[in-house]
C-alpha cells in the first residue's frame, strides 16, 4: 500500500484527523490479516512447509503468505504515518503558538501606541458636570474636544474650549488603567464654581 501524503504542509486540524483514520484504517486491515494467520494455527514465523521440505497440506500457504506479506508492508506505512501525524501535531501547535503570540504582540502593540497625555484630573466634585460624564481622579487626558496631545500648550487651551463649548456636548478621551476611555463631557453651570466641576493639571514632558 502506497500513502500519498495528504496534507502537503497544510497542518489544518482536517488534515490532522484524515491521517488519524487513515492510521485507524491501517490498524483493522493489520488486525484482519493476523486474524487469518490465527485461524491457520500459524503467526508471522511458523513454518510452511512439513518436515521434509514439502508444502503443508494443513493450511492454506497461499493465504498465509499473503497475510505475512501484508502485515509486513501495513507496518511499514504504520510507521510513516505515526512520524506524518506527530510531525502534522507539531506544525498545528506550533502555529497556534506563532497566532497566539502575533495576537499578544499585537495586543501590547497596541498599548504602546496610546497616544500620551498631556493633563491628569486630579480632583472631581461631586454632582458636577465631570463627574456626571464618569471624568474620575487620575484620568490621563490625551483629547479634549479639539485639544489633543499635538496641539495642547498649556492649560488656557482647554479653558478656551469649555468656554466656546457651554451647553454643548465635548468628546474627552482619557487613559484610565493603560486602556482608552472616551466619554461626553458638557460644560454647564452647576451649584458648584466653573463649568466642569474637576481641577485638571499639565503632565510635565519629559
Same mark, same amino acid.
Not at 485461524?39 to 503443508?56: I, K, N, T
Not at 510513516?80 to 495586543?107: F, N
Not at 465631570?130 to 479639539?146: H, K, M, P, T, Y
Given at each position: !500500500?502506497?500513502?500519498?501524503?495528504?496534507?502537503?504542509?497544510?497542518?489544518?486540524?482536517?488534515?490532522?484527523? =484524515? %491521517? !488519524?483514520?487513515?492510521?485507524?484504517?491501517?490498524?483493522?486491515?493489520?488486525?484482519?490479516?493476523?486474524?487469518?494467520?490465527?485461524?491457520? $494455527?500459524?503467526?508471522?514465523?511458523?513454518?510452511?512447509?512439513?518436515?521434509?521440505?514439502?508444502?503443508? +497440506?494443513?493450511?492454506?500457504?497461499?493465504?498465509?503468505?499473503?497475510?505475512?506479506? $501484508?502485515?509486513?508492508?501495513?507496518?511499514?506505512?504504520?510507521?510513516?504515518?505515526?512520524?506524518?501525524? /506527530?510531525?502534522? *501535531?507539531?506544525? *498545528?501547535? +506550533?502555529? /497556534?503558538? +506563532?497566532?497566539?503570540?502575533?495576537?499578544?504582540?499585537?495586543?501590547?502593540?497596541? /498599548?504602546?501606541? *496610546?497616544? =500620551?497625555?498631556?493633563?491628569?484630573?486630579?480632583?472631581?466634585?461631586?454632582?458636577?458636570?465631570?463627574?456626571?460624564?464618569?471624568?474620575?481622579? &487620575?484620568? /490621563? !487626558?490625551?483629547?479634549?474636544?479639539?485639544?489633543?496631545?499635538?496641539?495642547?500648550? &498649556? *492649560?488656557? &487651551? !482647554? +479653558? %478656551?474650549?469649555?468656554?466656546?463649548?457651554?451647553?454643548?456636548?465635548?468628546?474627552? #478621551?482619557?487613559?484610565?488603567?493603560?486602556?482608552? #476611555?472616551?466619554?461626553?463631557?458638557?460644560?454647564?453651570?452647576?451649584?458648584?464654581?466653573?463649568?466642569?466641576?474637576?481641577?485638571?493639571?499639565?503632565?510635565?514632558? %519629559?
Amino acid at each position: !500500500i502506497k500513502m500519498t501524503e495528504e496534507n502537503n504542509g497544510n497542518s489544518t486540524m482536517e488534515a490532522v484527523q =484524515s %491521517l !488519524i483514520k487513515k492510521k485507524d484504517n491501517m490498524e483493522e486491515q493489520i488486525k484482519a490479516y493476523y486474524d487469518v494467520l490465527e485461524d491457520q $494455527g500459524v503467526g508471522m514465523e511458523g513454518p510452511l512447509v512439513d518436515a521434509e521440505g514439502f508444502p503443508r +497440506a494443513d493450511v492454506n500457504v497461499y493465504q498465509i503468505r499473503t497475510a505475512r506479506h $501484508g502485515i509486513s508492508c501495513l507496518q511499514n506505512d504504520h510507521k510513516a504515518i505515526m512520524v506524518e501525524i /506527530e510531525e502534522a *501535531l507539531h506544525r *498545528l501547535h +506550533a502555529r /497556534e503558538k +506563532a497566532k497566539r503570540d502575533q495576537d499578544q504582540a499585537e495586543s501590547m502593540e497596541q /498599548e504602546v501606541t *496610546l497616544p =500620551s497625555p498631556f493633563a491628569r484630573v486630579d480632583a472631581v466634585s461631586q454632582g458636577s458636570p465631570a463627574c456626571q460624564a464618569g471624568l474620575r481622579v &487620575n484620568d /490621563e !487626558i490625551i483629547a479634549f474636544g479639539s485639544v489633543n496631545t499635538r496641539t495642547f500648550q &498649556n *492649560l488656557q &487651551n !482647554i +479653558a %478656551l474650549v469649555v468656554q466656546h463649548s457651554e451647553g454643548k456636548p465635548l468628546s474627552v #478621551t482619557v487613559i484610565r488603567n493603560g486602556q482608552k #476611555t472616551q466619554m461626553g463631557l458638557t460644560p454647564q453651570q452647576w451649584s458648584g464654581r466653573g463649568l466642569l466641576g474637576c481641577n485638571i493639571v499639565p503632565i510635565q514632558k %519629559l
